[in-house]
Antibody, heavy 122, light 107 residues
């Protein structure tokens, strides 16, 4: 059974760096066509794509926050890590990781984690 | 490319049918358009990918269509569990974007 789970701090201070971990099971990020993305959702607003890493290690970032983001993977631990620098209260929201298996469900996020809530406040 | 969903909110009764609209600011290949359902406190759930393909386990009362800049999600005969927020999403070459959502409320 495919599942993803996000973990990380619930509260960060402005200007700090956020580090989130997505731990997944039921699939491998070494499989051809597999991608894992981070998506966030401010309270009451639409989801916003942040970053994606694929089976070859290629990375793709949202241009709006690209300079603040780094995405990486640890295939032996089945984890994808997102770091976001210089956190601001506007970054408050729920952060999700989600899977895209391009060979099965191209160009969509078929399985999502439950999300982790992050509040940016001093 | 921006996605604009309409209407913002709809109030309907169970048993009614509905069509939700998603308009892209630039023409999108249909295989790059998806639809999601989100209930309070839950992650979005994939309904439709490639504009018209139902995801695994999605009832056939949900259907998607469209091409170019105009895409629609149709729900035939609303069930009580269908009242939620619906988002369209475009997986583009240089960006991945979501619409602002349409909320379906029970009348």
């Amino acid at each position: 059974q495919v599942s993803l789970r996000e973990s990380g701090p619930a509260l960060v201070k402005p200007t700090q760096t956020l580090r989130l971990t997505c731990t997944f099971s039921g699939f491998s990020l070494t499989t051809n066509g597999m991608c894992v993305s981070w998506i966030r959702q401010p309270p009451g607003k639409a989801p916003e794509f942040l970053a994606r890493i694929d089976w070859e290690g290629d990375k793709f970032y949202s241009t709006s926050v690209e300079t603040r983001l780094t995405i990486s993977k640890d295939t032996t631990e089945n984890q994808v890590v997102l770091t976001m620098t210089d956190m601001d209260p506007m970054d408050t929201g729920t952060y999700y990781c989600a899977r895209t298996p391009i060979t099965m469900v191209p160009y969509a996020f078929d399985i999502w984690g439950q999300g982790t809530k992050v509040i940016v406040s001093s | 490319s921006m996605l604009t969903q309409s209407p913002g909110t709809l109030s309907l009764s169970p048993g009614e049918g509905v069509t939700l609209s998603c308009r892209a600011s630039q023409s999108a290949l249909s295989r790059y358009v998806a639809w999601y359902q989100q209930k309070p406190g839950q992650a979005p759930r994939l309904l439709i990918y490639g504009a018209s393909n139902r995801a695994t386990g999605i009832p056939d009362r949900f259907s998607g269509s469209g091409s170019g800049t105009d895409f629609t999600l149709t729900i035939n005969s609303l069930e009580p569990e269908d009242f939620a927020v619906y988002y369209c999403q475009q997986y583009g070459r240089s960006s991945i974007t979501f619409g602002q959502g349409t909320r379906l409320d029970i009348k």
